[in-house]
């Protein structure tokens, strides 16, 4: 019963569901007591630019599309070689008792503080000296986060989905058009949906008849007219064939194959000068993305493509379920339930923890919530929904990729030779290996329900580029935010605008995007980001506390979270020394960055212990912390 692939997804989403109505409404009436009345900071603050009152299907897309991105894919796929037991049970639990209540903890307190950021709040709650820890903290995460998104975006633009270029642009084109439509011409939000699903639907047609090989643009002309005259060729033995969606991996193994290596050489070359030259147009992007208004570009891209995501989920799900109605193979877990001795690997405890973060818990979810979320929330009790359930369909999303990656791919994956036999298998040639293996196995589930598999592996691809686009310019807006108050944090008020602050934010992504360290990049970004969950909690935990109200619920996970994170920072350090693939100049970056983060989260830690001794009431909310007004909140809300 249990290597059933389709029983398990379903117990897990049963599981998502009773925790809503029963966790989630205990945590929103009886801890966080969320109130529809009290005015929110998109009204209090309204300027059409950040602050924008928006409706809850609006938001909770752009919100959703904002946390998921890469995190809920890459990082399962990756810590499934564990085994997918031990996966499964924490994203599914991680999920509903840290994820949520973190995420949902951070939009209450950003409210409570006039839609401040987490990191800014710490001064009313810790004092000055942890409100400046917490921005430096979040900078790293966010610059390291974002540098590893743009270097998988584009290696998976290069390497493996040219069909992915056209649909990710044209969703833009589409977004800025659908935003102009509603919010300046005032057309009712149905039928622009409708028009606007129509729309991203040609683009990824077109990307599928015409994907686009940017690899051949920087290739020699006798490059490109070999790549021309082997288009579409079949595969045989030894051989994989050169067909749709035509990437610079599969040109390379193919000319490799069929022994003209002179091809085979400068394909491989000049892909490299490409992946560079997307990350520059990914930079351009964040840029831009980050100094416009929300309206026009961020909030309809996130909420058109949350429609992919769900049409993703539900596709996945029921082609998951037809195939163990079938007995079909594709329903069959071919991976071991637990393997704690894979070769090569880290130890899994406590690597399996900070591998997979934004499917279960993630720091990186408290700066959206308190950072552009906060400055959208119509009525303070549409943070459940969009705070708390955003973070349990994200788990549903991990769900479906551990199961698209331990039974979508097939045994094969999991033998001798196979990318999940070894720890040095994983990520070999770049993280975008292990995004591609989703794609793969995704579109096998898909194949169950009669979609072809050429047209799934583009949905699929076109839907995880398309959301680790979407993070990239929500966190670089963020980073923009946060830059913005370092600034004035050190009083350089003059250079703390949303234009230098963004190049600054930039300048930042595109270090870390310049250190392509794979899957040692994404574990220092796991263990940065579930500290920053750690720390997260820890403010909230502080705010309950100055209110007299029960901690333990925030304060049980902190404690889990940092010291979980802590270990596994320490124990990467010397890691970084043992990989012959990384350049002295990457040990040195990653090492130090390492020990600069553990310095401050540990030092953020004694502030707030010193805050607790304080008990010094939240200026913001006086009448909160008097005991009458207590116990007229809980009445209010019973």
């Not at 969320?34 to 928006?54: A, C, M, N, Q, W």
């Not at 393997?339 to 880290?346: F, H, I, L, Q």
């Amino acid at each position: 019963m249990f290597d059933n692939a389709a029983v398990v997804t379903v117990l897990c989403f049963a599981a998502f569901v009773v925790a809503f109505f029963t966790y989630g409404r205990f945590l929103a009436r009886r801890i966080y007591r969320l109130e529809p009345d009290r005015p929110t900071p998109s009204h209090t603050r309204k300027d059409g630019i950040d602050f924008v009152p928006t409706r809850v299907p609006i938001l909770f897309g752009h919100h959703f599309a904002s946390i998921a991105g890469l995190g809920p894919i890459l990082g399962p796929a990756i810590a499934v070689i564990w085994g997918w037991v031990p996966a499964v049970l924490w994203v599914m639990f991680g999920c509903i008792f840290i994820g949520a209540v973190h995420d949902l903890g951070a939009l209450v307190v950003s409210l409570r503080h006039d839609g401040r950021t987490i990191g800014d709040v710490c001064r009313d709650l810790m004092g000055p000296r942890a409100r400046l820890l917490s921005l430096l903290i979040i900078f790293f995460l966010m610059s390291l986060a974002m540098g590893a998104f743009v270097i998988t975006i584009s290696d998976l633009f290069v390497n493996y989905n040219p069909d992915a270029i056209i649909p990710s642009f044209g969703l833009m084109l589409v977004a800025v058009t659908f935003g102009i439509a509603v919010y300046r011409f005032r057309v009712a939000l149905l039928p622009a949906t409708v028009a606007a699903l129509v729309l991203f639907a040609g683009f990824i047609y077109w990307g599928l008849r015409e994907p686009v090989a940017t690899y051949a643009w920087f290739a020699p002309s006798e490059t490109r007219q070999a790549l021309d005259a082997q288009r579409d060729a079949k595969p045989s033995m030894g051989d994989p064939g050169f067909g749709p969606p035509y990437g610079a991996r599969a040109a390379t193994a193919h000319l490799a194959a069929i022994g003209n290596q002179a091809a085979a050489k400068n394909v491989e070359t000049a892909a490299s000068t490409a992946v560079y030259g997307w990350v520059a147009v990914l930079l351009t992007y964040a840029f831009l993305a980050s100094v416009l208004p929300v309206w026009l570009l961020l909030q309809p891209r996130d909420y058109i493509n949350s429609f992919q995501l769900y049409f993703a989920l539900a596709t996945m799900l029921l082609g998951l379920i037809v195939a163990g109605l079938l007995g079909a193979p594709e329903n069959r877990i071919d991976a071991e339930p637990f393997r704690m001795d894979v070769p090569g690997s880290p130890p899994w405890f406590p690597f399996l923890f900070v591998t997979i973060a934004c499917g279960a818990v993630s720091g990186f979810h408290s700066l959206v919530s308190s950072g552009t979320t906060v400055r959208q929330i119509n009525r303070e009790s549409d943070a459940l929904p969009i705070g708390y359930g955003a973070m349990l369909v994200e788990g549903a999303l991990a769900v479906l990729v551990i199961m698209a990656c331990v039974a979508g791919l097939g045994a094969a994956a999991w033998q001798s030779g196979g990318p999940y036999s070894s720890w040095a298998g994983i990520g070999k040639a770049g993280l975008a290996t292990q995004l591609n293996a989703v794609v793969r196995g995704g579109a096998n589930f898909l194949g169950q329900i009669g979609i072809p598999l050429d047209l799934g592996q583009t949905v699929l691809a076109v839907t995880v580029v398309a959301f680790a686009l979407t993070t990239l310019d929500s966190a670089t807006r963020l980073l923009r935010f946060n830059v913005e108050e370092i600034l004035r944090s050190v009083k350089l008020d003059p250079l703390a605008n949303r234009y230098t602050a963004s190049l600054i934010a930039v300048g930042g992504i595109a270090f870390f995007a310049l250190v392509p360290a794979g899957k040692t990049l994404w574990t220092l970004f796991g263990t940065t980001n579930q500290l920053l969950a750690g720390l997260s909690l820890l403010t909230v935990s502080v705010f309950l506390y100055k209110l007299g109200r029960p901690v333990v619920y925030t304060l049980v996970p902190m404690l889990a979270m940092l010291v979980v994170s802590m270990w596994a920072m320490i124990l990467s350090i010397p890691g970084f020394w043992s990989l012959a693939t990384l350049s002295p100049w990457q040990k040195w970056s990653l090492t130090i960055v390492s020990i600069i983060v553990i310095a401050m989260a540990l030092w953020l830690t004694v502030e707030a212990l010193l805050a607790f001794a304080r008990r010094r009431s939240p200026p913001e909310t006086p009448a909160e912390t008097q005991p009458e007004a207590c116990l007229q909140d809980a009445d209010r809300v019973s």
